[in-house]
C-alpha cells in the first residue's frame, strides 16, 4: 500500500556492530509481528557495506505507531539490538504531506 498524506512514517538510521549472530532472525520475527498491525502499511530498507543503514517504515497512524512501541515481540527485539546488534542508532518519526 503506499503512503498517503496523513500518514507518518519512522526512519531508523543504525550502524550494526561487527558480530551480530542472529540478527536476521530478530529482524524476521520484527518485521513478521509488524504485518500483524492494521496500522503497518511498508516497510523499505537498505545497508551499505559499512554496516550503515535506513530503514523507513510507514503507518497509517501515530496511534499504529504507538501500538507497535508497546509491541512485547518489538520491545524484545529493540532490546537486544540495544544490547547486541547495534553500534548505534537514530529514530525519527514525521507526518507526510505531500
Do not use: C
Not at 36 to 59: C, I, Q, Y
Not at 77 to 96: A, L
Request: hydrophobic fraction near 30%; avoid cysteine.
Amino acid at each position: 500500500m503506499k503512503p498517503q498524506e496523513g500518514n507518518y512514517e519512522v526512519v531508523f538510521i543504525s550502524k550494526l556492530n561487527p558480530y551480530i549472530e542472529g540478527y536476521s532472525e530478530m529482524n524476521e520475527l520484527a518485521y513478521t509481528e509488524a504485518l500483524k498491525n492494521p496500522g503497518f502499511l511498508k516497510e523499505n530498507s537498505a545497508r551499505n557495506p559499512d554496516k550503515t543503514g535506513v530503514s523507513v517504515s510507514f503507518w497509517k497512524n501515530k496511534e499504529a505507531i504507538e501500538d507497535w512501541k508497546q509491541n512485547l515481540i518489538h520491545k524484545m527485539v529493540k532490546e537486544k539490538g540495544r544490547s547486541e546488534f547495534y553500534e548505534y542508532f537514530e529514530v525519527y518519526i514525521s507526518k507526510i504531506e505531500h
